[in-house]
């Protein structure tokens, strides 16, 4: 999705704008665009395209000063273009806006603007914004010290939808007005220099010190000052946080991206998110969130609700839930459940789970849960993020960022970090489990080392994607938990090499699908649950008997005679067993996608993160 950066310091603004916005890339873009304010105007550069481009445009030269707004688009209103890309001015060329976000009354805003005078000139919603602000600006007091926050907080109150926005003007060269409602944004400092943005690795190179705004906040920020108010224009307290994870976890260090780096730092992600929660013979400690007894006996029913690969750790983890805590849980895609009125009240408890903690439908069926008084709990990787202000509760998983478009070691810290929370469960409600939660325990302790094994022995999946990767379609097929793995799989292997695939419960095979079975068509089989090794073997030998190569991922004993290409995982518990079976199956989406010559880090058409609906 769209990413903001700003500065306002002693330095020269481009670079460092720049800069952000090479780190925001990952975030997926379409246009690129820049503003400074030089001498007494504001100079605009955009293109549609890398910013790699905007940098090396020849005009990029020509800005020297010391406070600047930059931008990567990602086409909502209006194609991809260097008109459509922002920052956006007013007509009068006074302010220069940035934006994430919707605003959805913009025809009603652009009406009124038209009649005032105002013109527009590209397609997008964000127009409306400078405009308006020019609008208001030469309506309050000239003498007036606070005309600027004025003027941006009364369009602000104007706008419907979701912003984050930073503004720049040439009437008051000193300052950079921001605000935000539904979309994030940070700030941070360091001495007289200040640094915005959407994402907080953008600025992470120059500063810890961040503040995260919250929802309705506006602040103006100067070179030696920052000042936060609330939309009455009251000003508000913000605490500065300091942020751990430091400017290399952001790098790619000596991988060639960000995806191969983040599947290698798979063990070290599950081992921070396991941090102290499992220490010898002791509960599960979640004492940073105290969830009692009373609270959880009157849960009658959980809901597990996401997007995307957050919501396949969803189906791993569902199981589990209702084997350790005999509740029943249901696992539902967010922009679903948001608008089909599911039965939820007040024993109902909703697990939103979002890496980013800023997915606007996951965002909005938490809220819609809450209206509906079911008690909520937000798993997140990020600091701050907008789901953790909704929340009665917030679990954070401990990955560091993830660049990568594709997720991964998210989807494994989330499935780790759910696991020990439903042994938690049950340990508050005194369901008496604790053989199989001792298992659970001991054998999570030995994950990290089970996923090294894996990456140690990446080459034998690089050779099979070696001879796959001309397909057109796969197929990815496993059993009860086996099938959470599948799932997730052609999810990967989708995004990142445009590969078609399906997957399917084995079972399901015979009521359909089997009829696009023909000769040399490839379906994976992961088998790691021997209660149903028969019944999965003698599924995948329908497809090889109709012409199928098979791919089997296993921790069983398979006959090598009937399955030639296996690749064997360590051996775990069934449970545990969906945070192993996806390693090589990660690494089987990239080493095809290498193959093809695809970015990974970028596939086309998709955002890190989901801010929009
Ligand atoms: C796939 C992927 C997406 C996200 C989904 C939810 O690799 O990354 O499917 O999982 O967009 O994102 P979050 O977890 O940030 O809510």
């Keep these: ?79 991809p273009s260097s008109t459509n890309a922002h920052p956006h001015l007013d007509s009068h060329k006074n302010f220069a806006v940035v ?110 010190d961040i503040y995260i705004l919250k929802d309705g906040d506006i602040a103006e920020v100067t070179q030696n000052d920052v000042v936060f108010y609330d939309k009455n224009l009251e000003k508000v307290r913000r605490e500065l946080e300091s942020i751990t994870w430091d400017a290399k976890a952001s790098d790619k260090g000596n991988f060639e991206d960000f ?52 919501m396949h750790v969803g189906v791993a983890v569902k199981p589990i839930f209702e084997k350790l805590t005999n509740i029943p849980v249901e696992v539902d895609i967010a922009s679903e459940f948001r608008y089909r009125e599911p039965l939820i009240n007040e024993n109902t408890l909703i ?8 997915t606007a439908d996951t965002i909005a069926a938490l809220k819609n849960a809450k209206e509906n008084y079911a008690k909520t709990i937000a798993i997140t990787n990020v600091t701050g993020s907008s789901i953790t202000r909704e929340a009665d509760f917030t679990l954070y998983t401990h990955a560091g960022p993830e660049i990568a478009v594709a997720s991964t070691k998210a989807y494994t810290s989330q499935i780790v970090l759910l696991t020990m929370l439903a042994m938690h469960f049950s340990e508050t409600l005194d369901l008496h489990k604790d053989e199989i939660i001792q298992n659970l325990k ?39 938990i086996d099938y959470a793995a599948a799932m997730e799989a052609s999810l990967k292997l989708k995004e990142i090499s445009y590969i078609h695939s399906d997957s399917y419960q084995s079972g399901e095979l015979k009521h359909g699908p089997i009829a696009l079975i023909e000769d040399d068509v490839t379906v994976v089989g992961i088998l790691t649950d021997r209660r149903l090794l028969d019944k999965s073997i003698s599924n995948l030998q329908e497809v090889i008997t109709r012409g199928a190569k098979t791919f089997i991922i296993t921790n069983q ?57």
């Design 1 to 79: 999705m769209c990413g903001i950066v700003g500065y306002i310091g002693c330095k020269k603004a481009s670079p460092i704008l720049i800069n952000g916005l090479l780190k925001l890339e990952y975030r997926g873009y379409d246009s690129a665009g820049i503003a400074t304010i030089e001498n007494d105007k504001i100079c605009c550069i955009k293109n549609k395209g890398r910013v790699k481009e905007l940098q090396n445009s020849k005009d990029i030269n020509t800005l020297n000063g010391n406070i600047g707004i930059a931008h990567t688009r990602w086409a909502t209103h209006g194609k």
């Design 99 to 208: 934006h994430n976000g919707i605003i959805e009354n913009h025809n009603e805003l652009k009406k009124f603007l038209l009649d005032a005078g105002y013109t527009f000139s590209s397609e997008t919603d964000t127009e409306v914004i400078p405009n308006l602000i020019d609008y208001y600006y030469s309506k309050e007091d000239v003498a007036d010290k606070e005309r600027f926050l004025k003027a941006v907080n009364k369009a602000t109150l104007d706008l419907k939808g979701s912003f984050a926005i930073a503004v720049i003007s040439k009437l008051e060269k000193d300052k950079i007005i921001i605000a935000r409602k539904d979309s994030p944004l940070v700030l941070g400092v360091k001495d007289d220099e200040k640094y915005i943005a959407s994402d907080i690795p953008a600025i992470l190179e120059y500063t810890n």
């Design 259 to 310: 995806m191969m780096k983040e599947i290698h730092e798979q063990p070290e992600a599950i081992r921070e998110t396991i941090g102290i929660r499992i220490t010898d013979n002791k509960p599960c400690d979640f004492s940073d969130i105290n969830i009692t007894k009373e609270y959880l006996s009157e849960i009658s029913k959980i809901y597990i609700v996401a997007c995307g690969t957050a």
């Design 351 to 358: 697990i939103c789970i979002s890496q980013s903690g800023e």
């Design 442 to 480: 001991s054998e999570m302790m030995e994950l990290p080392s089970k996923v090294n094994i894996i990456l140690e022995n990446s080459d034998e999946i690089k050779a099979f994607a070696k001879k796959i990767y001309k397909e057109k379609d796969l197929f990815f097929v496993g059993r009860g």
């Design 557 to 613: 004993d398979i006959d090598k005679k009937i399955f030639p290409n296996i690749f064997n995982i360590p051996k775990v518990h069934p449970f545990l067993s969906p945070t192993l079976s996806i390693i090589p199956l990660q690494l089987l989406a990239y080493y095809v996608a290498k193959e093809k010559g695809l970015d990974v880090d970028k596939p086309r058409n998709l955002a890190k993160s989901v801010t929009v609906e």
